[in-house]
């Protein structure tokens, strides 16, 4: 046994870019679990979780800058009077903490650093006492040992020989499972046993009503090898969390009551099997909780699209780009037909889904972007999520750029600058239909109805966003749509509806603008009532029963076969 008087305060913080469970700090509660469960640490020091995020009041009111939130943080944990703090790094806080970093050695805090920035490029973190690369849990523990207790970093052997001696192999986690000798020699690889890693949930670590839902890890690992990714370099293999390690979680969710889940593995449906098991116990233990997966289109087949409507839920895919031969230069397998083929699986079945797509991608032209933006939109995705290239340390493409003639910002997110088929100015031309497309798409709710919209007014959607985006900036009184993209839905709505009457009018549409206000205004409310369970009435010009069906898929059929009756609707009874 450690012979410590007083257990040593250890704190693992991080500063989170947003409050939402998709957000959450998985990656330090993951650690401190390991750090206050593991037999060598947990006599000697008392672990803590503190998060920061750029969100919180005290960074937006006081208009925080990248030195006063550095010194904000630090005054905070210094409060706590920590005698070593683990630092989770990632591209949006690495400068900040690092200042953090700075003031509290400046006190004499040991400072442990890691997380997938430390990981991509360890050698510049210079001015932290331990850096920790890969994986964490063990590398941690041994860290946080050598650095409480003073002593010279031990060699595997010698925990082997302790472990032994002292008889300690019996010691349990919060799964109950047995500690053996096969958590030293994982430390020698780099790489965790999943099985003989503790749950921060279950260990109480992380209290999932501090973040309005839980971020869940089933895996890690990917096995694909996009070049862009931090798992460009890693083994192209998928490890699993033990099925018991799940179910435990999955009884604790719905014990606490988890509304919904962001499940954090790159693949899901990676291996068809497993994820179709995991469905039925998701169905079966939490049956109202609301779940978040990534996966590929190339695994949905008919069967798993039907199986997802087994819960409530929601796919985000990467399509990145639709161009073949771009996505070659990435390293990632891309068979347009297929892709149709197998989101339509999603669509008959009514399963919720959204796209993704990069603009910057090495080979692709802002022509390109373009194409991939409409031919997403084909699909009808429920949200189309848009992001600009980031050339990742520690990535292939990082390594490749030079070949590829991309040029990037060598700091923090490291966002493309210009390549051989796209320039800087082409760049914010990209930015603009991308912004406009999370404004008036995604946070405009406009799925029912945009690409009826857009067909009526024969204009392509990158072209409608691009216009949209021009619009809100050339008003001063749209500017908080600009800055604040998450503003209230009806806020939204008002700004949408003017945009249509203004291109309607421009079109000489103009009798058809009644048509498409009704639309907007039925569908907007019911998306309200849906996401807030408040009532409200809608004002109407014609009647909602045939606004809400299939004639309003034809804007002209419509308005030349619906007559008009003004009428009040309410969306109580929704």
């Known amino acids: 046994m450690n012979n410590f008087k007083d257990k040593k305060i250890v704190i693992f913080t991080t500063l989170l870019i947003e409050k939402s469970p998709q957000a959450l700090p998985l990656g330090a509660a993951c650690i401190a679990s390991s750090v206050k469960n593991n037999f060598l640490t947990k006599d000697i020091c008392d672990v803590k979780l503190v998060s920061f995020c750029k969100e919180d009041s005290e960074f937006i009111e006081n208009s925080l800058t990248e030195d006063t939130s550095a010194e904000y943080i630090a005054e905070k944990l210094l409060k ?48 932290f006492d331990k850096i920790i690369s890969g994986e964490g ?15 010279k970093h031990r060699t595997f052997e010698e925990i082997q020989s302790q472990l032994i001696s002292k008889q300690l192999t019996q010691s349990e986690n919060v799964l109950g499972k047995k500690s053996t000798l096969e958590e030293v020699e994982n430390l020698k690889s780099g790489t965790e046993d999943l099985c003989y890693l503790t749950t921060p949930y279950l260990d109480g670590t992380l209290d999932p ?24 370099k890693g083994e192209k293999n998928v490890r699993q969390f033990p099925m018991e390690r799940i179910e435990k979680e999955l009884d604790f969710f719905a014990k606490k009551k988890v509304s919904q889940v962001f499940v954090l593995d790159p693949t899901y449906n990676a291996n068809k099997k497993r994820a179709l098991e995991l469905i039925d116990k998701i169905a079966q233990k939490t049956p109202n909780t609301f779940y978040y997966f990534e996966a590929r289109a190339e695994f949905i087949d008919k069967q798993l699209a039907k199986a997802f409507t087994k819960i409530p839920c929601a796919l985000q895919i990467g399509l990145q780009s639709a161009n073949e031969n771009v996505l070659k230069l990435v390293n990632r397998p891309f068979n347009k037909t297929q892709f149709v083929k197998n989101i339509n699986y999603l669509n008959e079945f009514g399963v919720v889904f959204g796209l993704d797509v990069i603009y910057g991608l090495p080979g692709e032209s802002l022509k390109g972007f373009k194409e991939s933006i409409d031919f997403a939109m084909t699909l009808y995705p429920n949200n189309l999520e848009t992001f600009c290239l980031s050339v990742l340390p520690g990535t292939d493409l990082y390594d490749k750029a030079k070949d590829l003639k991309l040029t990037f910002d060598e700091n923090p997110p490291y966002h493309i600058i210009q390549t051989e088929k796209i320039s800087p100015k082409e760049l914010k031309q990209a930015e603009k239909i991308s912004k406009g497309c999370t404004i008036f798409y995604n946070n405009g709710r406009a799925v029912p109805w945009f690409n009826t919209m857009c067909k009526t007014l024969r204009i392509k959607p990158s072209a409608f966003f691009e216009k949209f985006f021009e619009y809100i900036c050339s008003e001063e009184k749209f500017s908080k749509l600009i800055s604040v993209e998450n503003c209230k839905h009806k806020e939204i709505e008002k700004v949408q509806i003017q945009f249509i009457k203004k291109i309607f009018t421009e079109k000489n549409l103009s009798k058809l603008i009644p048509v498409i206000v009704d639309i907007v205004l039925l569908n907007g409310a019911i998306s309200r009532k849906i996401d807030t369970g408040i009532s409200e009435i809608v004002e109407l010009n014609y009647p909602p029963e045939y606004i809400d069906s299939e004639y309003s898929l034809d804007l002209y059929f419509f308005e030349k076969n619906v007559k008009k009756r003004k009428n009040s609707f309410s969306t109580e009874n929704i």
């Open 137 to 151: 849990e063990s590398k941690v523990v041994s860290a946080v040992y050598e650095l409480i207790t003073g002593k």
């Open 80 to 127: 706590l009077n920590p005698d070593v703090v683990g630092f989770s790094i990632f591209v949006w806080n690495r400068i900040i903490l690092e200042k953090v970093a700075k003031i509290l050695q400046s006190k004499s805090i040991k400072t442990i650093c890691g997380g997938p920035e430390v990981t991509a490029r360890p050698y510049s973190f210079v001015d």
């Open 209 to 232: 009503a501090q973040y309005g839902g839980v971020l869940w890890e089933l895996a890690r690992g990917c096995p694909f090898k996009c070049s862009y990714c931090y798992e460009s």
